[in-house]
Structures are given as structure tokens and as C-alpha cells.
């Protein structure tokens, strides 16, 4: 099978970002289909062009996108990869099924247009709810685009072939939307339990980092954008100095809008409990969460943000890290039903501050959350698992177009 898969965001593991689509698209490989990648090259920096990457033809289009873009610059790169991919991808020969992944939902226009253009059949990848996602951060509020928006959403689940939703509560949103519920599939973030793992603390990187290994390290790696509401974690930091704490520190691997505006922050409130270590492969992250006594996995207070499938919680599931969440979502019900790590209210960053100073010596306890957390990246949520089921559902998918 011939599979164009189509993601704006596309990198592989010795690059910053998320890598489920490298995943996929070696699973797709290791059962004998061609994978060709049409991409922007914002996230990889690579030079436009097509190139093999791991036995994955990808393409490159000179696409800029960055996390601390304004929302016009956002948007710009949104459209203008519209029509970048539907005109890459048009040109390739003999596909079979078109992969399509969101985020963002115009992705689906890709798709759409690809389907009318060409005749190619695709299935879906759902893994934000947008347009709900920007209407309820307030990025969308003009009642007319929030209409078509909508009917936009419900034609590209209609004309797919199958929609791949990434957490139960996206799955009911795409259903509730008027696609039949057997017509979906739920399958979430993975963990990479060859890369994230408990191991012996790397000298170097502590080094590298200035990591102080006496303290009780919380951290907090990926996005830092507006809808991770991470000022819950700097207030909850103030708070800590605040009781006269020293033996809690924070720590942020990545990049995003917040950035600038939580260093601020901290800096106007002499607060010493934080580090900022930039953004770095999943490599390095790794290692530094290797060092660390838990991860913090944090989002604003909105409805749709509970139906979220990050990326940094399946990853500290693998580095056998106790998990702290504090959107009361699946993801709070995941952590306290499979007793690996604990919810914190994102109203009360007093209560983040209280439930560390409970746990960060109990180190029993916290043995017992991390071992929890291990065993379950292994066995539920293992990317080579949850590739072979997103593997079998493209493999179903073109069975049923070919009937």
C-alpha cells in the first residue's frame, strides 16, 4: 500500500517535538507500505525537499510555524500550508490512502481537496477537537465562522474513511458531531519505554543543566502555551518561597508564547525555584526527567482542554515518574484509578505547593506510583503497541475501499 500521510508537524526523535507520526510511519514501513511524509520544515529546520528519513520518503514544504507566533502569523501558516500540501501532494503517483492528522483542522482541507482532485480515500486523525479548542481559548468568537467552522469539521468525519481520535473525550466529540461511533477509533499518545526509562542519573547532563540533585525536581516538558496554563505552576512555586521552601524546584523543558511571559515572572518575584532549560530532542529530555522526583502535567481550566492526549504524560509514564495533573479530565481519572501519581485543583496552586511538601519524602510512596506508571507504558500505552493498531486500521480501511 502506497500511504500519503499528511502532518504539518512532522519530526523524528533526534528532533524537538512530538513523534507519533514517525512512529506510525515506521510501524506502516516494517509491514512492507510506503510511507511518503508531506510536512512543513519549521519544526525539523530541514532545507525544503524530499528526503529519506529512516526508510520514510518525506517532503518538506518551506513552511514556518512556531509556537510563539502571534495569532495572525498562526493562521498564515495554517492556509498557506493548504495550499502547499494539497499542490506537493497532487503530484505523487499510485496512492492508495491518505493519512491525514490534525492538529490543525485544515489539515482536513487537505484531505478534502485531495479526495475530489484525485479520488484518493482517507481516514482522519483527530488530535485536537478544533474548532471547539480556539473557540473556547477565545481565539474564535465571530459567530459566523464558529457556524461554518463547524459544518467544516462535520463534512471532513462524513467524507472520511474512518476518524482516529486520540482520548475518549475527543472520540465523543467527533461522534457527537454526527459520525457513527463504529466508524471511530480511540487509540491515544504513546509512551516510548525504550527512551524514556529509569536508569542511572547521567552525570553529564546534570552538569550540563546545573541540576541540584538534593531537591525534590518537578518538571514540566513540552508546550509552554497559553492553554497549558503554566503561570499555575509559577504561583505555585511563589507560594512555596513564600512558606520559606527551598526544597522544591520546578523545571520547564521547551518552548512556546508563555516563555517570555513566565521568565518575567519569575524574575519580578526573586523566584530561584525555577529553570528554564529551552527547547531539546526527546533525547535529552529524556535524561533531565531521569533527574527529576515527578512530572507535572498542567492545562487552563476549560472543558475541552479535559479531553487533551499529551504527549509529556505517556512519556513520564515510561520514565516511571509519579504523575501530577490538574485537568479533571481522563487523564485525572487514569492517575488516580491506576494509583500513579496524584490531581491537583488548577484553581488552587496552594494545593500543588501542600500535596508536595506531603509527598516529596515519602519516598515509598513514591516508589510505588513510579513503578505503577512504568507498567503501565508497557503494557497499555507502548508506541509500538499503539502503532500497530493505528497500522491496523489504515491496513482496514484500504480492505474496505478495495471492496
Not at 11 to 16: C, F, G, K, R, S
Not at 95 to 116: E, H, K, N
Request: glycine share 6%; with cysteine; charged share 25%.
Amino acid at each position: 500500500m502506497n500511504i500519503l500521510y499528511v502532518h504539518q508537524y512532522f519530526v523524528t526523535p533526534q528532533e524537538p517535538g512530538a513523534t507519533r507520526s514517525f512512529w506510525i510511519s515506521k510501524e506502516l514501513v516494517k509491514r512492507g507500505h510506503h510511507v511518503t511524509v508531506v510536512t512543513g520544515n519549521s519544526e525539523s529546520k530541514h532545507e525544503p525537499g524530499r528526503f529519506d528519513r529512516d526508510g520514510i520518503d518525506v517532503i518538506y514544504i518551506n513552511n514556518y510555524y512556531n509556537n510563539s507566533q502571534t495569532k495572525v502569523q498562526k493562521l498564515w501558516s495554517f492556509v498557506k500550508f493548504i495550499f502547499q500540501a494539497i499542490h506537493t501532494a497532487s503530484k505523487e503517483k499510485n496512492v492508495d490512502l491518505v493519512y491525514a492528522t490534525s492538529t490543525p483542522l485544515t489539515i482536513g482541507a487537505v484531505a478534502l481537496a485531495l479526495r475530489f482532485m484525485k479520488g484518493w480515500r482517507y481516514v482522519f486523525e483527530v488530535r485536537d477537537l478544533w474548532p471547539e479548542f480556539p473557540i473556547q481559548v477565545g481565539a474564535v468568537k465571530n459567530p459566523v465562522l464558529i457556524w461554518l467552522l463547524r459544518k467544516f469539521e462535520k463534512r471532513i468525519y462524513k467524507r472520511s474513511e474512518h476518524v482516529v481520535a486520540l482520548s475518549p473525550g475527543m472520540q465523543d466529540g467527533v461522534v457527537k458531531a454526527g459520525t457513527p461511533i463504529e466508524k471511530t477509533s480511540m487509540i491515544p499518545n504513546m509512551s516510548k519505554p525504550d527512551i524514556f526509562h529509569p536508569h542511572e542519573v547521567n552525570e553529564e547532563v546534570v552538569k550540563r543543566f546545573n541540576l541540584d540533585l538534593t531537591k525534590f525536581n518537578v518538571i514540566h516538558f513540552g508546550m509552554l502555551a497559553v492553554a497549558n496554563g503554566l503561570e499555575y505552576i509559577v504561583n505555585a512555586a511563589l507560594e512555596l518561597k513564600k512558606r520559606g521552601d527551598e526544597s522544591i524546584n520546578f523545571i520547564f523543558m521547551g518552548e512556546g508564547a508563555m516563555e517570555p511571559k513566565l521568565k518575567q515572572f519569575c524574575e519580578d518575584k526573586g523566584l530561584k525555584n525555577v529553570q528554564f532549560l529551552g527547547n531539546h530532542p526527546v533525547g535529552v529530555v529524556a535524561e533531565v526527567t531521569n533527574c527529576c522526583g515527578a512530572s507535572i502535567t498542567s492545562f487552563k481550566n476549560l472543558p475541552i482542554l479535559a479531553t487533551n492526549s499529551p504527549n509529556k504524560l505517556f512519556d513520564s509514564l515510561s520514565a516511571g515518574k509519579p504523575i501530577i495533573v490538574n485537568s479533571a479530565g481522563w487523564t485525572k481519572d487514569m492517575v488516580e484509578q491506576q494509583n500513579c501519581g496524584f490531581y491537583v485543583n488548577v484553581e488552587k496552586p496552594e494545593e500543588l505547593a501542600d500535596k508536595l511538601l506531603e509527598y516529596k519524602d515519602q519516598k515509598e510512596l513514591l516508589e510505588e506510583w513510579g513503578k505503577n506508571a512504568r507498567r503501565l507504558s508497557v503494557e497499555v500505552y507502548d508506541k509500538a503497541k499503539l502503532s500497530a493498531q493505528v497500522a491496523d486500521v489504515l491496513e482496514k480501511a484500504y480492505s474496505n475501499i478495495k471492496k
